[in-house]
């Protein structure tokens, strides 16, 4: 005689995520939103210690073309900081990188989404992310030792024949260290993200309006331009915008190549100038006491900046990748 | 015999062009290569720039003429495109192997073997490169490597979960977040962990709050990076963990995470290629020191973007070859990781 095994109890059915479920959500979901919180923090956090700044400086650390802390025989401490002058060098030399990035970067990305056979392609896509992946430090090395003598012929060259275009005239021809410099070297930094991000929207430009456009006749630079250009264009302003973030933000390349000088430098040819980042890291060696606070209240500035290029730029991508779905 | 007398037969590629076909192409380029060559010697254009800038108008125009004749003006204008295009192309190409070339070129020259047991504690920057080494500064990048992934990896794997597989109310949100994370400058990662806890915390510089400013810029490229492989493990393998009664908890843990295995390695890879050269987060973060450090909660440490940063600042030509040689190092390490990541990625797209 044998007893029969107790049937199991039917299991409760239900939609409620056991206890394992609701610890693995709640882990997850805090672990999402602490980017969230981290990216709070540092606004909030640079904003705290710079207040002080703000509040002594008021409109004019934007505005203010002066960076200086003076201590009189009395051991008062006259202070006055602006950025003004390394924002519009921050601009300047972003726009240097964007006009010759740009331009460079999707023609890259056309000719390894429409042109290049499969193994130049291959090889192409590891080199631009190789140059993502070269350290800043190396470009601004490379910059100043390889590119600089280059540029400089080539400043020399644009001053002599384009001397009559005000960007380009400069009180003399002294073209060492100069924001075009600096702005070739960030340009080929910003390379690798405009290629990647128009060559992502190239490669979604709808199938179907490609081939009508090489059914109805059309040569390959036929159907670019009427087809692939007004799909992707606003994708491709996206992504240089992203490009122009990393300009913005950009540190070492920019110290290393650029002779930093505190004054508003518009002519790009001519040796000086600067920008946020590189003069935040230029005068925290000798920093002390307001001046740290002034530098971070400037760092706050530089996040502010590039926080709200940078998501335009990506609501701007996203959305042209959606409308390619 | 019948099996004998089978016929290869030959796969045929009518679109490829016939070298026949190639010969002109080939012709106008060695033409060009001539007539730009001749007006260098004649006019008083001179110069490696003079060369490139006629041979690419010389060769652009002359396929354009060649392709126009044949087959009128809409291909004229398309050879110029191409054109253009490949040259672009190539201008991109150039800086990354002037780069490589003069790295590996200037920086051989100081590699020793006493570079990797000795530090700069007793040596200064501007002695010859065979005093001192750099041993501490790599002990000091690979302590800053290694928090900053047992930081960034987990959560940004974790994030990447949540944008994947959790797909709370907040995960556009969050994606959005990420995203504008990733393009925050390093400096201002650097600048956050010194007003934030150099100032009021009990951690100093070290190699601790070097690697936590590192990881502010490594978890937006983990969790992008991870985001993308696991959106790529099928549908159809959580259903079946869900069909056989597996948690949420359970199908991630044992299906879905061991898929994406070899893309979770390579996320992780990329995260360690991005930061490992970030200089900038550094210099407010480690101190910078030239001493051997092995506690990484005390106490300057130093790292191998910091080496190369002091030598090109003090401007000496001994100091400078031990920037070339200390970014030898790192470009090396770099491309271990990049080729590392790589064939993981490669490896992961043949399995799928």
């Known amino acids: 005689m044998t007893t029969k095994p107790a049937a199991p109890a039917p299991r409760e059915i239900t939609t409620k995520p056991r206890l394992s479920d609701r610890i693995f959500r709640g882990t997850v979901t805090g672990v999402g939103m602490l980017s969230l919180a981290i990216l709070t923090l540092i606004g909030l956090f640079l904003a705290l210690r710079g207040f002080q700044t703000f509040k002594s400086e008021g409109f004019h650390f934007i505005s203010g073309v002066k960076w200086e802390s003076v201590t009189s025989d009395n051991g008062t401490v006259t202070n006055n900081f602006g950025v003004g002058a390394m924002l519009i060098g921050t601009v300047l030399i972003a726009t240097v990188a964007l006009v010759v990035g740009v331009p460079l970067s999707v023609l890259t990305a056309l000719f ?16 631009v992310d190789l140059m993502a992946a070269f350290p800043s430090i190396l470009y601004g090395l490379w910059g100043f030792f390889v590119l600089m003598p280059m540029v400089q012929y080539w400043a020399g060259l644009l001053y002599e024949y384009l001397r009559w275009i005000p960007i380009f005239n400069a009180p003399q021809p002294f073209f060492e260290r ?8 960030l340009a080929i930094m910003i390379i690798p993200i405009v290629t990647s991000v128009s060559r992502e929207i190239f490669a979604q430009t709808p199938l179907d309006r490609i081939q009508a456009a090489y059914a109805l006749g059309a040569t390959k630079w036929g159907m670019i331009k009427a087809v692939v250009f007004p799909f992707g264009s606003s994708g491709v302003v996206g992504g240089a915008m992203l490009g122009l973030g990393r300009a913005f933000g950009e540190t070492v390349a920019v110290f290393t190549v650029l002779n930093i000088v505190f004054k508003v430098n518009l002519h790009i040819l001519y040796g000086f100038g600067g920008n ?11 920093a002390v006491g307001s001046e740290t606070k002034a530098l971070l209240a400037a760092g706050f500035i530089l996040f502010v900046l590039t926080l709200m290029v940078n998501m335009l730029a990506n609501a701007i991508v996203k959305r042209t990748l959606k409308s390619g779905k | 015999m019948a099996l004998e007398t089978q016929v290869e037969i030959k796969p045929q590629r009518p679109w490829q062009s016939t070298p026949r076909e190639l010969a002109p192409t080939f012709y106008l380029l060695v033409a060009s290569v001539i007539a730009s060559w001749a007006i260098v010697a004649v006019t008083p254009m001179k110069g490696k720039l003079a060369y490139a800038f006629l041979f690419f108008v010389f060769g652009t125009a002359s396929l354009s003429i060649n392709k126009g004749r044949k087959l009128g003006r809409a291909a004229a204008v398309d050879s110029i495109a191409s054109s253009v295009a490949m040259t672009g192309a190539f201008l991109v190409f150039l800086p990354v192997a002037s780069i490589l070339f003069t790295t590996i070129q200037k920086g051989v020259a100081g590699l020793h073997w006493s570079l990797f047991t000795q530090t700069m504690f007793t040596a200064s920057y501007s002695d010859p490169i065979s005093k001192g080494g750099l041993l501490h500064a790599l002990v000091g990048t690979l302590y800053l490597i290694f928090i900053s992934v047992v930081v960034s990896v987990p959560m940004g794997i974790l994030t990447a979960l949540y944008l994947t597989e959790i797909k709370g109310p907040g995960a556009n949100f969050i994606q959005f977040i990420v995203q504008a994370m990733s393009g925050v400058p390093s400096v201002v990662a650097g600048l956050f962990i010194f007003a934030s806890l150099i100032v009021a915390t009990p951690i100093k510089a070290s190699a601790i709050a070097g690697a936590l400013a590192l ?24 259903e079946a963990g869900q069909a056989l009664g597996a948690t949420q908890w359970r199908t991630v843990a044992t299906i879905v ?7 979770l390695i390579t996320a992780t890879i990329l995260g360690v290629a991005r930061i490992a050269g970030e200089t900038a987060p550094l210099l407010f973060t480690i101190g910078g020191s030239d001493k051997l450090n092995w506690n990484p909660f005390k106490d300057y440490q130093g790292a191998l973007p910091f080496y190369v940063w002091k030598g090109l600042l003090l401007g000496t030509p001994e100091s400078i070859q031990r920037a070339w040689t200390g970014i030898l190092v790192l470009l090396i390490l770099v491309l271990v990781l990049f080729i590392l990541a790589r064939t993981l990625g490669g490896r992961k797209m043949k399995s799928k």
Do not use: H
């Not at chain 1, 946020?276 to 000798?286: D, P, Q, R, T, Y």
């Open chain 1, 112 to 127: 390894l989404t429409f042109y290049a056979p499969e193994r130049i392609k291959r090889f192409m896509v590891s080199v």
């Open chain 1, 178 to 185: 100069s924001p075009f410099v600096a702005g070739m070297v």
């Open chain 1, 276 to 286: 946020v980042a590189s003069m935040i890291i230029l005068k925290w060696g000798e």
């Open chain 2, 215 to 238: 990881s502010i810029l490594m978890i937006p490229t983990v969790t992008r990076t991870a985001q993308e492989v696991l959106l790529l493990v099928p549908m159809d393998l959580r």
């Open chain 2, 257 to 263: 995470v061991p898929a994406a295995r070899n893309g």
